[in-house]
Nanobody
Framework: QVQLVESGGGLVQAGASLRLSCAGS????????MGWFRQAPGKEREFVAG????????HVTDTVKGRFTISRDNAKNMAYLQMNSLKSEDTAVYYC??????????????WGQGTQVTVSS
């Protein structure tokens, strides 16, 4: 069992940066690939970034490439999403998930409760 808790969301202006954190519980956290998703009002959940169990392989969706970076620290049971040059279209609830690093949400076993990111233009 893995429990995930996101933090770090907030209200920022366009162009600002935020770092989202995902705290995982359980001694098996390091075994899981991780992903970040987001969901804006009225839209489907969207894959943002994924990272393998060791942190050696990462990828992000094209809409955030060059602005967002995913990372993890298995010693601390943490995963992160560094978001730079934020745009109004990045406004969404952001979720971390464990079980895969790919874009299909059905492949993930565990989900956090989400953290709101609002970017004002």
């Amino acid at each position: 069992q893995v429990q995930l808790v996101e933090s770090g969301g907030g209200l920022v202006q366009a162009g600002a940066s935020l770092r989202l954190s995902c705290a995982g519980s359980g001694r098996t956290f390091y075994r899981y690939a991780m992903g970040w998703f987001r969901q804006a009002p009225g839209k489907e959940r969207e894959f943002v970034a994924g990272i393998n169990w060791s942190g050696g392989t990462t990828h992000v969706t094209d809409t955030v490439k060059g602005r967002f970076t995913i990372s993890r620290d298995n010693a601390k049971n943490m995963a992160y999403l560094q978001m730079n040059s934020l745009k109004s279209e990045d406004t969404a609830v952001y979720y971390c998930a464990a079980g895969s690093s790919r874009s299909n949400p059905d492949e993930y076993e565990y989900w956090g409760q989400g953290t709101q990111v609002t970017v004002s233009s």
